[in-house]
């Protein structure tokens, strides 16, 4: 079996006041770094991570002295003209009326359709569990964004959740499990081990 940690990065300024932080590439907070200091996950022989400085940073706390292997399709949706906002800020913005009336179905306004998200965190999840099949790789962390988490829980996961359901915190993520012999025949299901709450 394969064992992969898929870990949201720590807190940034923009995630402290709620914003929608997507291609904005801003760094960790000060206590986004304090607080990963505080954790403590399973060694793993490789980690796959998102090119954004704050999954780069985390990735370097949680696993010191690992190579990282980036994979720009695991970056976070790009939210267009809600970039780097927040629900006050976009208060009376009828585009993002519409978005919230949709139950956030809709396309971001000059962002990425939530289909194309997807299928893009599909691209660079599918690359990452080849290479770690390819080298026998039985162990392996994702340091990513929390709405590539939610895409890949909630297509993957034999457990059912929505999207939204599939949330998790800053630092904080799922441990879950593949059969590589399986994955290789098309059967693309993650078996859910351990939530980190």
Excluded at 48 to 73: N, W
Excluded at 136 to 155: C, P, S, Y
Aim: charged letters at 25%; aromatic letters at 12%.
């Amino acid at each position: 079996m394969l064992d992969l940690w898929l870990i949201r990065h720590g807190q940034t300024e923009g995630n402290k006041t709620g914003r929608y932080i997507g291609v904005t590439d801003e760094p960790l907070c000060r206590e986004g770094v304090a607080f990963l200091e505080t954790l403590q996950y399973p060694d793993v022989e490789t980690v796959f991570v998102s090119p954004k400085q704050r999954c780069l940073q985390t990735a370097q706390i949680l696993f010191q002295g690992h190579e990282l292997q980036v994979i720009p399709e695991l970056s976070e949706c790009d939210f267009g003209e809600f970039e780097n906002k927040n629900y006050k800020e976009l208060s009376g913005n009828e585009h993002y009326q519409q978005w919230i009336d949709s139950n956030g179905m809709l396309p971001f306004p000059g962002g990425e359709s939530r289909e194309a998200f997807k299928e893009r965190s599909f691209i660079g999840f599918e690359k990452a569990i080849k290479q770690c099949i390819s080298q026998k790789i039985q162990r392996a962390g994702f340091v990513v964004h929390g709405g590539t988490i939610m895409n890949l829980m909630e297509e993957y996961c034999e457990e059912h959740r929505s999207f939204y359901e599939w949330h998790v915190k800053n630092g904080k993520g799922y441990h879950v499990v593949l059969d590589p012999g399986a994955w290789n025949q098309g059967d693309r299901r993650l078996i859910l081990k351990h939530i980190y709450e």
